[in-house]
């Protein structure tokens, strides 16, 4: 069995949560936040800044934009623009994650980065909407009154940062292994899911 795992989400289908269940379940460390805090360390940018990377892709022609404009200077130095810069800092970091052979790995087109590495799972949770909503006000502690909002921003950026680094679509099932509608089971069920298809399917 290779403990190896990714998992993209749709805001609100407690992706995250299941992940982390995951990564205890199969004794392997947990990636999400992490990989912000290590690609930090490796490039030098703000926490702040690798934070909003992602979210700035709710507009998507904005986004391809300003990713099209290089910041390089006359010296030599990199012709790529900070969205780009921003993009394989966390690449890289995922690389060498996947490299070591083992862990569970939340968002950051983790499926993409690794897809030449044998053996990884590709994971995508989805959830229908109204459990979404309840899950974003009832354990994310999203405001009531914005969590349509945030589900819709969210996924939206999600989607158009994911289709643009990696020139697939997120959330087709082509890109997975495995997809899992949350709404139906219980996030520790959804993990143990995942464990058990990790152990029994078959490695090419």
């Known amino acids: ?66 990713s099209a404009f290089s910041y390089g200077d006359v010296t030599g130095g990199s012709s ?5 810069k921003l993009f394989l800092a966390q690449f890289k970091v995922v690389r060498e994650i996947g490299e070591k ?40 502690g999203d405001d009531s009154e914005k969590a349509d909002h945030l589900i819709a921003t969210y996924d939206k950026a999600r989607q158009n940062y994911y289709n643009y680094h990696t020139c697939q679509k997120w959330g087709d099932y082509r890109n997975y292994n495995l997809s899992i509608n949350s709404s139906y089971i219980t996030e520790e069920e959804a993990a143990a899911l995942i464990a058990g298809y990790v152990e029994r399917r078959t490695y090419r």
């Open 1 to 66: 069995m290779k403990r190896l795992v990714t998992i993209s989400r749709e805001y609100g289908s407690g992706g995250r949560i299941i992940g982390k269940l995951l990564a205890e379940k199969i004794g392997v460390p947990f990636y999400d936040r992490e990989i912000i805090d290590l690609a930090v360390n490796e490039t030098g940018f703000s926490k702040e800044l690798i934070e909003d990377a992602e979210l700035k892709a709710k507009n998507s022609f904005a986004y391809g934009l300003s």
């Open 80 to 84: 790529l623009s900070v969205n780009e």
């Open 101 to 140: 052979g083992e862990g569970v790995i939340v968002g950051r087109c983790a499926d993409y980065v690794l897809k030449d590495i044998p053996g990884v799972t590709n994971v995508f949770v989805y959830a229908e909407h109204a459990d979404r909503v309840k899950r974003a006000i009832e354990k994310y």
